[in-house]
């Protein structure tokens, strides 16, 4: 899963601004924000350059960092 939509939220921006920027159409992004379709690694980082965020925070963790230690 992503956080793309909360983080277009946070920043203000919409899923059409981010289609511009990245090259897609806005129905892929909708994908993207709705979790119907995920983003490769490639435009995963390009969106991640975009809002101008580290990539992980696109993510949702998988394991709880405290049990990792």
Do not use: P
């Given at each position: 899963m992503n956080r793309i939509k909360e983080v277009l939220k946070?920043?203000?921006?919409?899923q059409t601004w981010l289609a511009e920027k990245i090259g897609k159409?806005?129905?892929?992004v909708t994908n993207y924000c709705n979790n119907n379709a995920q983003p490769?690694?490639?435009v995963l980082t390009t969106?991640?350059?975009?809002?101008?965020?580290?990539?992980?925070a696109l993510l949702v963790p998988t394991k709880d960092d405290k049990k990792l230690k």
């Open positions: 946070e920043q203000g921006r919409t159409s806005y129905v892929i490769s690694i490639q969106i991640a350059e975009v809002l101008d965020v580290d990539i992980r």
